[in-house]
């Protein structure tokens, strides 16, 4: 993903966005909750908040972990 870019069109299912290291995307459900955390969290991403918005929508935010992080997690 680029730096500062938003993903969105108007048929996504989701809204994303990023920031340097944050990957910012707003989910419909809590099933679509659940899917997008499960698909991201990986050994260089982090989920790092979650926010209530409006309804059943939520703010995920997500942080892209460099390599000195990644071994400090990894200890």
Do not use: G
């Amino acid at each position: 993903m680029k730096e500062n870019v938003i993903y969105n069109q108007s048929e996504n299912q989701v809204y994303v966005k990023t920031n340097e290291d944050q990957i910012y995307i707003i989910c419909n459900s809590e099933e679509q909750q659940d899917t997008v955390v499960k698909k991201m969290t990986t050994d260089n991403c982090l989920l790092e908040s979650y926010e209530v918005w409006e309804d059943e929508k939520v703010i995920l935010t997500f942080r892209v972990l460099d390599n000195y992080e990644v071994k400090e997690e990894l200890n």
